[in-house]
T-cell receptor, first 114, second 110 residues
Framework: DVKVTQSSRYLVKRTGEKVFLECVQD?????MFWYRQDPGLGLRLIYF???????EKGDIPEGYSVSREKKERFSLILESASTNQTSMYLC?????????????FGPGTRLTVL | QKEVEQNSGPLSVPEGAIASLNCTYS??????FFWYRQYSGKSPELIMS????GDKEDGRFTAQLNKASQYVSLLIRDSQPSDSATYLC??????????FGTGTRLKVLA
């Protein structure tokens, strides 16, 4: 079974803090993704990575950065957290470099920024 | 702007009935389509993927694709209370990116 894990299920941070969200997959997947999910807005892609050290901006990259130093690990960084970044953050991974391959999701991190 | 549209619901069906969930997409270049189920507070899990016109069946679930009408549907037969969840439709057009709909909330009444 594919397993995607995320470092925290719930996180509370203060405005201006630097926040790290980590995602690890154990299936040697090439592609990894970070989404945020908000009521009424659905899933929105923040960043994705198709190889180690490779990254591409998604639809809403502002205020975020990412790091992929190892194939199995993809980190999302909020350089200076703001209240409008309060959201559910979902990591996903997929194997092939094609859109036909299924994306598998981690359990999610619910981040609250006070 | 590429979009995937779903009725937000809730769609209420009695236990044992057929639930029909619908999705339309705007990008004619979309090639792959996915249905995910998401329980409240949990992450999405894949139910079905479909790539060709027609029907694809897996147990109680049937996905239907009509590329000419840009329409995807998911039928759930013999609906159970445990099927109560939000169902997300996603489309992909040959890149890494999925476009997700906002989901339809299904309530199966016991």
């Amino acid at each position: 079974d594919v397993k995607v894990t995320q470092s925290s299920r719930y996180l509370v941070k203060r405005t201006g803090e630097k926040v790290f969200l980590e995602c690890v997959q154990d299936m040697d997947h090439e592609n990894m993704f970070w989404y945020r999910q908000d009521p009424g807005l659905g899933l929105r892609l923040i960043y994705f990575s198709y190889d180690v050290k490779m990254k591409e901006k998604g639809d809403i990259p502002e205020g975020y950065s990412v790091s992929r130093e190892k194939k199995e690990r993809f980190s999302l960084i909020l350089e200076s957290a703001s209240t409008n970044q309060t959201s559910m953050y979902l990591c996903a991974s997929s194997w092939l470099a094609e859109s036909t391959d299924t994306q598998y999701f981690g359990p999610g991190t619910r981040l609250t920024v006070l | 702007q590429k979009e995937v549209e779903q009725n937000s619901g809730p769609l209420s069906v009695p236990e044992g009935a057929i639930a029909s969930l619908n999705c339309t997409y705007s990008d004619r270049g979309s090639q792959s389509f996915f249905w995910y189920r998401q329980y409240s507070g949990k992450s999405p899990e894949l139910i079905m993927s479909i790539y060709s016109n027609g029907d694809k069946e897996d147990g109680r679930f049937t996905a239907q694709l009509n590329k000419a009408s840009q329409y995807v549907s998911l039928l759930i037969r013999d609906s159970q209370p445990s099927d109560s969840a939000t169902y997300l439709c996603a489309a992909s057009g040959g890149t890494y990116k999925y476009i997700f709909g906002t989901g339809t909330r299904l309530k199966v009444l016991a």
